[in-house]
Nanobody
Framework: QAQLVESGGGLAQAGGSLRLSCKAS????????MGWFRQAPGKEREFVAA????????YYTDSVKGRLTISRDNAQNTVYLQMNSLEPEDTAVYYC??????????????????WGQGTQVTVSS
């Protein structure tokens, strides 16, 4: 049974930065693709970024390209989301997710089986 624990959320000003971390346990981390999703108030959960098992295959939703960077450290069982040039529209609860055995990281929530509890990111204008 995998467990995912996010950290690093908080309050930032527009143009600022935050770094989210997601520590995984319970599975062989390097065998799974990882993703970040977010859900803003009153909206559906949306895909943000995904990374393959080795870290070479990476996808982003268009609205975050050039500002958010996903990475992983398989030795630390951790996936990161570096968030720069934050915008008020980035305000949401951010979730990390794990796709067991996935070679290509999924870009929709259906491909992920394990989810973290979420961490709040609030960006003020």
């Amino acid at each position: 049974q995998a467990q995912l624990v996010e950290s690093g959320g908080g309050l930032a000003q527009a143009g600022g930065s935050l770094r989210l971390s997601c520590k995984a346990s319970g599975r062989t981390f390097s065998s799974d693709a990882m993703g970040w999703f977010r859900q803003a108030p009153g909206k559906e959960r949306e895909f943000v970024a995904a990374i393959g098992r080795s870290g070479y295959t990476i996808y982003y939703t268009d609205s975050v390209k050039g500002r958010l960077t996903i990475s992983r450290d398989n030795a630390q069982n951790t996936v990161y989301l570096q968030m720069n040039s934050l915008e008020p529209e980035d305000t949401a609860v951010y979730y990390c997710a794990e796709a067991p055995g996935a070679y290509v990281p999924p870009r929709n929530s259906i491909g992920y089986f394990y989810w973290g509890q979420g961490t709040q990111v609030t960006v003020s204008s």
